[in-house]
C-alpha cells in the first residue's frame, strides 16, 4: 500500500499536517495540488478540499480517501484494518 497526499502551500491545515507526516514513517508522496503540472491528477481524483489523503493498494485502486488532518497513528490504523480485509 502507498499514501498520496494532496496539499497547497497556502493551505492552514496543511502546514500543520504535512511536517507531521513527514516525520513519521509513513513516507507518503505528496502532490502540491497548486502545481500547474498536478492539476489533471487532482482534476481525475476530484480533489477539492485540502489536505486530501488516499490510501493506495497494490494495483492502483484507491482503497480509502480521507479529507482534513489525520494522525498517522489513524493512518497506520486503516491500514491495518485494510490487510486484515485481505486488501494490499
Same mark, same amino acid.
Given at each position: @500500500?502507498?499514501? #498520496?497526499?494532496?496539499?497547497?502551500?497556502? +493551505? &492552514? #491545515? +496543511?502546514?500543520?499536517?504535512?511536517?507531521?507526516?513527514? @516525520?513519521?514513517?509513513?513516507?507518503?508522496?505528496?502532490?502540491?495540488?497548486? &502545481?500547474? &503540472?498536478?492539476?489533471?491528477?487532482?482534476?481525475?481524483?476530484?480533489?477539492?478540499? *485540502?489536505?486530501?489523503?488516499?490510501?493506495?493498494?497494490?494495483?492502483?485502486?484507491? *482503497?480509502?480517501?480521507?479529507?482534513?488532518? #489525520?494522525?498517522?497513528?489513524?493512518?497506520?490504523?486503516?491500514?491495518? #484494518?485494510?490487510?486484515?480485509?485481505?486488501?494490499?
Amino acid at each position: @500500500m502507498k499514501i #498520496r497526499v494532496f496539499y497547497s502551500k497556502d +493551505c &492552514a #491545515r +496543511c502546514k500543520v499536517y504535512i511536517p507531521i507526516l513527514k @516525520m513519521s514513517k509513513l513516507k507518503p508522496v505528496f502532490v502540491d495540488s497548486e &502545481a500547474d &503540472a498536478n492539476k489533471e491528477l487532482c482534476d481525475k481524483y476530484d480533489v477539492d478540499e *485540502l489536505p486530501h489523503t488516499q490510501i493506495i493498494g497494490d494495483d492502483g485502486t484507491i *482503497l480509502i480517501n480521507m479529507l482534513g488532518v #489525520r494522525t498517522p497513528q489513524y493512518i497506520i490504523q486503516e491500514m491495518q #484494518r485494510l490487510k486484515k480485509e485481505g486488501k494490499k
